[in-house]
């Protein structure tokens, strides 16, 4: 089985083919417009999947050596993320899949994530605990087999990533947040400042990083911080690697805990904050510690991609599942 996977949830735009299980190709296009605005507008967003989404699927065919002849099914993300994205990708892959005359598979993007780790081999056992950590999301999930999932917790407010963009923007470094605070990171004091760890109750699988994002708000402007005027590198590097601490400290301790409590070997992260040099030092640490396995995508699909809804794809239609051309964008939607 060969199949095409389509992403344009948010501000990537990709495809990528999968034929009997193997990547063959991926092809990826970061919009680039949005950080002149300090954050992805969403019309932006939408108009440039519309200018991207032929070319990018022309080259993963390229890529793969094959037409779109050959192909068996057709899969995209159908939610959650920004409705005129969602519907660019949708629309073109059910439109695609109707004229080739064959399947056509909606998928979930959360659900996307956690095969990101299924990609390539090695990849993690069944059951596993996967933590999702993006712009976007953050969530904590027991996967106990293929489609079988148990949302543990999610967050109550700001993303991880979110979180990471705003405090970016707080200190005036650039957009997008989160690959620049990781590296003015490497530079500070992670003992500098001492932000709030929000764990919640006790024994919560649920995140909030509004507190830390709010704690760094303050303390910029208790010193007096302008971000116009103050280019302090040495200061600016020191609250990066502080607040960054805050935040790996708790999605470590949460992943760890759930792993503990559904008493899984394997435990793997996802999403574009995975992509994060201090949060992958600290996993590797940690895990060798309890004994855990960690699984962490190739940068390349720590993102939004393409190869992650191919191989989702390729499961679901493996194990029997197709979507109706009916299907419509959901940007709210919920893994289930």
Do not use: W
Request: glycine share 8%.
């Amino acid at each position: 089985m060969t199949i095409l996977g389509i992403e344009t949830s948010c501000d990537e735009t990709s495809a990528a083919v999968v034929r009997d299980g193997k990547l063959l190709s991926n092809a990826t296009v970061v919009q680039l417009v949005h950080s002149e605005h300090g954050g992805v507008v969403p019309e932006l967003a939408s108009r440039a999947h519309q200018k991207l989404i032929v070319p990018i699927v022309d080259e993963a065919l390229r890529k793969a050596s094959m037409d779109k002849i050959d192909l068996d099914a057709i899969a995209a993300v159908h939610g959650p993320g920004l409705i005129g994205s969602i519907l660019v990708g949708l629309s073109f892959g059910k439109a695609m899949a109707m004229g080739l005359g064959i399947p056509f598979i909606g998928v979930n993007h959360m659900e996307a994530h956690i095969f990101s780790n299924l990609i390539d081999d090695p990849k993690p056992s069944f059951p596993f605990v996967n933590l999702t950590v993006s712009g976007g999301h953050t969530q904590l999930v027991f996967v106990e087999d293929y489609f079988q999932y148990e949302l543990l917790g999610e967050t109550m407010d700001d993303a991880a990533g979110e979180a990471f963009d705003k405090v970016a923007k707080m200190l005036g470094i650039g957009y997008p947040g989160g690959p620049l605070v990781d590296k003015l990171a490497a530079k500070g004091n992670a003992k500098a400042v001492n932000f709030p760890r929000p764990y919640l109750e006790e024994g919560s699988h649920e995140f909030s990083f509004s507190g830390i994002k709010t704690s760094v708000l303050y303390y910029l402007r208790k010193v007096g911080f302008d971000k116009a005027a103050n280019r302090n590198e040495q200061f600016i590097a020191d609250v990066c690697a502080s607040f960054q601490a805050a935040v790996v400290d708790v999605l470590l301790d949460k992943l760890l805990m759930a792993a503990k409590k559904y008493n899984v070997k394997d435990v793997a992260v996802s999403g574009g904050v995975s992509a994060n040099s201090e949060l992958r030092r600290r996993l590797k640490a940690e895990t060798k510690i309890h004994h855990l396995n960690i699984f962490i995508p190739k940068l390349d699909f720590c993102t939004d991609n393409g190869a992650m809804v191919a191989a989702a794809g390729y499961e679901r239609l493996r194990h029997g599942f197709e979507s109706s051309l009916e299907l419509t964008a959901e940007p709210n939607l919920q893994l289930r």
